[in-house]
């Protein structure tokens, strides 16, 4: 895959054009918090002093892992294509929170085991059915990585609104993405492995025991393509080619938990820039997101405890890309205040 070129947004003329905007709103300096920041966040994606939140999209991709053989999840593999179904059937979380935010839902089946034929509402771009165990081998083939990849950046460059948002479903993706953390982040194992959909103390340890035989396995990867598919998963490749295109295309990425996340992290070590068109919507309560977003140098927007996974923290967060967008564009100036205070 030919990679896109993601342009920094550092503008310092327009920054400064931004920071006077916000300042100039009828409130004491800073008392917007982080909605003032969020504001120039999107000024500068935008490249205008005027952001706008227009079709806001989430795509939720879903994908199986051939490491759940391994006894890492406290889920059978099969829940993975039953809550693709669920999704399809509209009764998902994600599903609520994309209804109650006017967000248009795309499900992706980025490689789930699964046969649904041609379905309303799914988009098929399965790869394999499942990637390999990489206990024992590499995820992915290098062409299957890159497929993923291409999909993804398709996928962002159909999209006809400026704001993307990111979900996913998959039986063991958190086992994948503690093993990207670790292998792009060079934390330990244990700092990156939590209980994912519920494991016991006993689980979370011997998850962690699988990781770190796994990256012994494969001890010579070290770039960051040959670690997502050595360790990642169809869905989190695909999630990362879309967030590269996307953020090529200069639309703001909304960027949920730590599965989405480890996405993100992959596609920051190929392009470091992408981080300027981030929103991060939430910290997880998966044990290692906030040491993910730290390594990152990200902020979240919101703290609610969350670890569902699907997008529904992005979703929940979009509310405050409108409110910080809206205050820019539609709050009165200290001079357009004295203005209206004169003529009344």
Known sequence: ??????????????????????NNKTKPLGSLGALERLASRLGLIQRTVAP???QPAILVFAGDHGVVAEGVSAYPQDV???????FLAHGAAINVFARQNGIDLHVVD???????GVRAGLVDRKVARGTRNFAREPAMTPGQCAAALEHGAALAVDLSGNVVGFGEM????TTAAAALMHKLTGLPVADCVGAGTGLSPDGVLHKQRVIEAAVRHHAGVDDPLAVLAAFGGFEIAMMAGAMLKAAALRKVLLIDGFIV????????RIAPAIVDYCVFAHCSDESGHRRMLDALGAEPLLHLNLRLGEGT????????LHAAANFLNEMATFESASVSEKSA
Do not use: K, Y
Request: hydrophobic fraction near 55%.
């Open 170 to 173: 998959g039986i063991g993706n």
């Open 313 to 320: 923290g992005a979703a929940l967060a979009l509310p405050l």
């Open 80 to 86: 993975t294509w039953q809550m693709v179904e669920n």
């Open 261 to 268: 996340t480890s996405a993100l992290l992959a596609a920051a």
């Open 52 to 54: 706008t939140i227009e």
């Open 1 to 22: 895959m030919r990679l896109p070129h993601i342009a920094p947004t550092a503008d310092p003329d327009l920054a400064s054009q931004l920071s006077a905007a916000v």
């Open 110 to 116: 980025a490689g789930v085991n699964h046969d649904f």
